[in-house]
């Protein structure tokens, strides 16, 4: 069974940086992707930013391109972390932000119905 929890959310400026924790256990076997989403108040979850953990390709949405960056790190304990690194916020960056993890075999890398363990999320609100 795969278990996500989020941390790192938070209030911020625009302009300013936030990452995201996302503490994964169990999983190895089964998934071989993990994401961030987010959806903010009256719209849609949307992806972020993607990695495909059996090469380390990444993907992103537009929106976020060369402002955002998901990595992760392996731990003893088969458990890993993944982060969001988050720079240069917009007060449209404000949502609540969701890790997930799933196994993707036809990409949808930043598709919602690609992943089927989600963390609870953690909001971060940008101010202007």
């Known amino acids: 069974q795969v278990h996500l929890v989020e941390s790192g959310g938070g209030s911020v400026q625009a302009g300013g940086s936030l990452r995201l924790s996302c503490l994964m256990s169990?999983?190895?076997?089964?998934?071989?992707?993990v994401a961030w989403f987010r959806q903010a108040p009256g719209k849609e979850r949307e992806g972020v930013a993607a990695?495909?953990?059996?090469?380390?390709?990444?993907?992103?949405?537009d929106s976020v391109k060369g402002r955002f960056a998901i990595s992760q790190v392996v731990q003893y304990n088969a458990k890993k972390t993944i982060y969001l690194q988050m720079n240069s916020l917009k007060p449209e960056d404000s949502a609540v932000y969701y890790c997930?993890?799933?196994?993707?075999?036809?990409?949808?890398?930043?598709?919602?119905?690609?992943?089927?363990?989600w963390g609870q999320g953690t909001q971060v609100t940008v101010s202007s």
């Open positions: 990695l495909y953990t059996g090469g380390g390709r990444t993907y992103y949405a």
């Open positions: 997930a993890a799933g196994f993707l075999q036809r990409g949808g890398w930043l598709l919602e119905s690609a992943y089927n363990y």
């Open positions: 169990g999983g190895s076997w089964d998934t071989n992707a």
